[in-house]
Each structure stands twice: as structure tokens, then as C-alpha cells.
């Protein structure tokens, strides 16, 4: 199967937007977690936002809520996902993965798809975000 393919990212000025795209071709229908995951340097990997792709279900970290929006636009072959980020602070530099998996149990006997990063199998090779001052 083919690898997940990043475009977007670069370098903004604080307050600037910027809007980082990912597809997805060939992977199967099981594989509906699309999400993107940050790692800043000296600093733990961090889920920012994730959508589950049949339901549409969104989820954003506290620290995005409200200037990212994830979208997603899939075809038959491909599942592609587009992160629009907005009102981009210094903090926000970072590179930015995106993700796939599988939904998984949760402790209440619901299928999820994964919060944490280490529960997705494939990631794109990571696109760079530089927010200046």
C-alpha cells in the first residue's frame, strides 16, 4: 500500500494561517482514524485533531480547540484529510504528522479511534510548521 502523502506546512507569521493536506490512497475501509499528531522539539508527541471517516465524529486538543478545523474528502480510493489552522501562535511550531489507524475498544466497550499517538500503525513522513514572532 501506498504511504500517506503530506503537502502544506512552511513558515507563517504569528497570528498567519496555514493549511496542511493528507492522502491516503489504497488503504482499506477499516483504516477510518485519520489524524494529525505534532512532535515540537523537547517536547512529547501531541495529538492536535482526529476524525473518524464514515462518522465524520471530530476531535480537537485543548490547545487547538477553536483555531483548527479538520476536514476530510474521500473517495473510493483515497481518504484524504485537510487541517486548517488558524490565529497560529510561536507555540504551535512543530512538525506535523498525519496519521491513520483502526477505532479499538475503549474502556467502556466502545469503539474509538485512538487518542494517543503510539495506536497508529502508518504515519507520513512529517511536514514542518514554523510560526515567527
Known amino acids: 500500500q501506498a504511504q500517506l502523502m503530506e503537502s502544506g506546512g512552511g513558515s507563517v507569521q504569528a497570528g498567519g494561517s496555514l493549511e496542511l493536506s493528507c492522502a491516503a490512497p489504497g488503504y482499506p475501509a477499516s483504516k477510518r482514524c485519520m489524524a494529525w499528531i505534532r512532535q515540537a522539539p523537547g517536547k512529547e508527541e501531541e495529538l492536535v485533531a482526529r476524525?473518524?471517516?464514515?462518522?465524520?465524529?471530530?476531535?480537537?486538543a485543548d490547545s487547538v480547540k477553536g483555531r483548527f478545523t479538520i476536514f476530510q474528502e474521500t473517495t473510493k480510493i483515497t481518504k484524504t484529510t485537510r487541517l486548517k489552522m488558524d490565529g497560529l501562535p510561536a507555540e504551535d511550531t512543530a512538525v506535523y504528522y498525519c496519521v491513520l489507524g483502526s477505532q479499538r475498544l475503549d474502556n467502556g466497550g466502545k469503539w474509538v479511534c485512538p487518542s494517543t499517538p503510539m495506536r497508529y500503525a502508518d504515519w507520513g513522513r512529517g511536514t514542518q510548521v514554523t510560526v515567527s514572532l
Open positions: 476524525i473518524d471517516i464514515p462518522t465524520g465524529a471530530k476531535y480537537y
